[in-house]
């Protein structure tokens, strides 16, 4: 299947900083996703992107479709407690019913 | 909102037995997948089903089977659960249509001793 490699592999970053994180793919995806993963729980979509150069909000969150479909940004602005998981992207199969998954990253957020 | 269901959190099994992993999804959606989750590896996919009866292998199916009887429901199968077995898993539901539609099940987390 598809590798998706994501980093960094962990964070651990003071209350109130700026987080950044990507995921680098070594073929062309047409959407990117990123998810994130509470603890004990499955992941959550956060953003979805469906065009190259694509720069989309979700309150805090900010990801862009980076230029040459290989690969994607996510950044977090003044991170909270609640922040802390691990955030996975993915991109789906040309057919549309697979997915692949980044190996992730996990973000601790101290108060 | 959609509602994907597991039917264990945690389940701790003995090298040998035979386990049943259940997923239930009350959305009516075509497809539903199975993953398991490793620290540094990411989600990797076992298998996946896009109908009743229809099974597609994944990136890690060894050791594993599925069964789809009915389109809400999704089986996992460790014929012969191995220590190399122990990990998460997730079982993920979406429609046919749109990629950005795939919902996760808060997983199982299997230890096998």
């Known amino acids: 299947g598809q590798q998706l490699n994501q980093s960094p592999q962990s964070m651990f970053i003071q209350e109130g900083e700026d987080v950044s994180m990507n995921c680098t793919s070594s073929s062309i995806f047409n959407t990117w996703l990123w998810y994130k993963q509470d603890p004990g729980e499955g992941p959550v979509l956060l953003i979805a992107?469906?065009?190259?150069?694509e720069l989309t909000s979700n309150g805090r969150l900010t990801a862009q479709f980076g230029i040459t479909r290989k690969d994607s940004f996510l950044n977090i602005s003044a991170s909270i407690p609640s922040d802390v998981g691990i955030y996975f992207c993915a991109g789906p199969s040309n057919t549309g019913n697979q997915f692949y998954f980044g190996t992730g990253t996990s973000l601790t957020v101290i108060p | 909102d959609v509602k994907v269901t597991q039917s264990s959190r945690y389940l701790v099994k003995r090298t040998g037995e035979k386990v049943f992993l259940e997923c239930v999804q009350d959305?009516?959606?075509?497809?539903m997948f199975w993953y398991r989750q490793d620290p540094g590896l990411g989600l990797r996919l076992i298998y996946f089903?896009?109908?009743?009866?229809?099974?597609e292998k994944g990136d890690i199916p060894e050791g594993y089977s599925v069964s789809r009887e009915k389109k809400e429901r999704f089986s996992l199968i460790l014929e012969s659960a191995s220590t190399n077995q122990t990990s998460m898993y997730l079982c993920?539901?979406?429609?046919?249509?749109?990629?950005?539609?795939?919902?996760f099940g808060p997983g199982t987390r299997l230890t096998v001793l």
């Open positions: 089903s896009y109908d009743v009866k229809m099974k």
């Open positions: 992107l469906y065009k190259a150069g």
């Open positions: 959305m009516d959606h075509e497809n």
């Open positions: 993920a539901s979406s429609l046919w249509t749109g990629p950005d539609t795939q919902y």
